[in-house]
T-cell receptor, first 109, second 113 residues
Framework: RKEVEQDPGPFNVPEGATVAFNCTYSNSASQSFFWYRQDCRKEPKLLMSVYSSGNEDGRFTAQLNRASQYISLLIRDSKLSDSATYLCVVRGYGQNFVFGPGTRLSVLP | DAGITQSPRHKVTETGTPVTLRCHQTENHRYMYWYRQDPGHGLRLIHYSYGVKDTDKGEVSDGYSVSRSKTEDFLLTLESATSSQTSVYFC????????????FGPGTRLTVL
């Protein structure tokens, strides 16, 4: 089993749709959790950190369920500019940041 | 903008030649990382540094070495490049003052023929 797994995608959604991404991790001792977005041929950029209480940033909501070892990202009212690959990142012990393979999102006009 | 630059941005080289990639940061972060990204894989850690002259191996360190003689520079060396090292290489820093977040450089596309 991979340490961090994500929905395989791709997701193709119309503008204005709500889309949810799921991520599971295997290391129960994981300490920090993040969502990054990566545009084609660009570097990953932090979208948001994920806190145990859940957190929201505008149209984006992240949730963490430590008992189920599950992280989610919800995007409401999708924009064309949201088209990207979304990476789930989990930090375990020390410098062990583990990246999921990513889920590609295409928002269609 | 975390002030991270990488050089070169693109490189084509031949099997068996040595290659050095440079990562430069302007904000005095202690932790620096080298990752590679390949289709079908997430980013995979090659080496990281936790201070000047302090480095350690990551998941895919075979065939790579690193050096950090100054806080701002972290070098990745392929001693004898192989075609399996064709990849996109990203450098990152960790902002310990901001929820441990990593910030990435723009990447280096390396092709080994």
């Amino acid at each position: 089993r991979k340490e961090v797994e994500q929905d395989p995608g791709p997701f193709n959604v119309p503008e204005g749709a709500t889309v949810a991404f799921n991520c599971t991790y295997s290391n129960s001792a994981s300490q920090s959790f993040f969502w990054y977005r990566q545009d084609c041929r660009k570097e990953p950029k932090l979208l948001m950190s994920v806190y145990s209480s859940g957190n929201e940033d505008g149209r984006f909501t992240a949730q963490l369920n430590r008992a189920s070892q599950y992280i989610s990202l919800l995007i409401r009212d999708s924009k064309l500019s949201d088209s990207a690959t979304y990476l789930c990142v989990v930090r375990g012990y020390g410098q062990n940041f583990v990246f999921g393979p990513g889920t590609r999102l295409s928002v269609l006009p | 903008d975390a002030g991270i630059t990488q050089s070169p941005r693109h490189k084509v080289t031949e099997t068996g030649t040595p290659v050095t990639l440079r990562c430069h940061q302007t904000e005095n972060h202690r932790y620096m990382y080298w990752y590679r990204q390949d289709p079908g894989h997430g980013l995979r850690l090659i080496h990281y540094s936790y201070g000047v002259k302090d480095t350690d191996k990551g998941e895919v360190s075979d065939g790579y070495s690193v050096s950090r003689s100054k806080t701002e520079d972290f070098l990745l060396t392929l001693e004898s490049a192989t075609s399996s090292q064709t990849s996109v290489y990203f450098c990152a820093i960790r902002d310990q003052d901001s929820t441990d977040t990593q910030y990435f450089g723009p990447g280096t596309r390396l092709t080994v023929l």
